[in-house]
């Protein structure tokens, strides 16, 4: 069978998964990142790919597409084709409740983390307290205070949920007890490799026995940000409570970025886009900046 793959960043994993699983069979992906219209030739090459293919997973519009014109464009495409399986995103904040995308004057802002910000980092430069204090801000007072204990148990329903959705079955996820996401949006490669053989069930090719999980690109190519000391993922005993953000640090590649130089570059990035005094959208950014308001000194 020839078996297309549509949507996310996740699709260059998934490819690989299958290709693991069912050597046999041809595999392609086309990745959406930002189309503008139906004559995108991103669009184009889904249709054009849509009609010599046996079958078609898709990743959802909304998580294939940040716009909503996009995704509206995308849906209207996929109506007309055949042979389209939905896929479920493996998205889960439950291990980085603080990370956020910050979306001002209708463009996502970029840290040194790329589309990554902290809810914390950004709410003390809206409180206007100075960079130098917000590394004592990651600790347990605060984290309980923006209820990012309960965000696990709330994401990781939000997940089966759209899993079970689209006839999945995402238990799998939390059964092995472990961190398996690199991100909020980038799941390790062994929970791709398991939502590949479902995918196969769904076309009803037989997953090869034996068969060798793939690299973990994402896990190679993507931003790996910590879990905070004290929250769900974290490994306990493993920080100085009197500097709890020192253990804190984002991988990308061979690069380390130090959480002072996050907060930096954070800090940064607001100053030039006056984030304090221009319109933008991130609820939990709100969230944050009411507690620390409440909470915190200036």
Excluded at 186 to 209: D, G, T, Y
Excluded at 242 to 265: C, K, M, N, T, Y
Aim: hydrophobic share 45%; aromatic share 10%.
């Amino acid at each position: 069978m020839r078996i297309a793959v549509v949507g996310n960043c996740q699709s260059r994993g998934l490819i690989d998964c299958l290709e693991a699983l069912a050597p046999g069979h041809l595999f392609e992906a086309i990745q959406l990142e930002h189309v503008q219209d139906s004559e995108d030739p991103a669009l184009q090459a889904v249709m054009a790919l849509a009609s010599e293919v046996d079958a078609m997973f898709v990743h959802l519009p909304k998580y294939a597409l940040s716009g909503s014109g996009e995704q509206e464009v995308l849906r209207n495409l996929l109506a007309q084709v055949r042979s389209v399986i939905a896929i479920p995103s493996v998205i889960f904040g439950g291990f980085h409740p603080d990370i956020n995308v910050l979306r001002c004057n209708g463009r996502y802002l970029e840290t040194v983390a790329s589309y990554y910000h902290s809810a914390i980092v950004a709410g003390a430069y809206l409180c206007g307290l100075p960079a130098s204090r917000v590394p004592a801000l990651f600790n347990r007072f605060i984290y309980a205070g923006l209820g990012y204990a309960d965000d696990f148990v709330h994401h990781g329903r939000s997940l089966l949920e759209s899993f079970a959705q689209l006839g999945f079955d995402g238990r799998y996820i939390f059964a092995a007890k472990r961190t398996f996401m690199h991100c909020p949006n980038h799941p390790a490669v062994s929970i791709l490799f398991e939502l590949a053989k479902q995918m196969l069930e769904r076309v009803n090719i037989k997953p090869l026995p034996g068969a060798r999980m793939p690299e973990d690109w994402l896990g190679k190519y993507s931003f790996l940000l910590p879990s905070y000391p004290g929250l769900p993922g974290s490994a306990p005993g493993e920080f100085d409570p009197a500097d709890p953000a020192a253990s804190l640090q984002i991988v990308h590649g061979e690069r380390v970025i130090r959480w002072d130089e996050f907060i930096d570059s954070s800090y940064v990035c607001y100053a030039a886009h006056r984030l304090e005094t221009t319109d933008w959208h991130a609820p939990a950014i709100e969230r944050a900046a009411r507690f620390l308001r409440e909470h915190v000194r200036p």
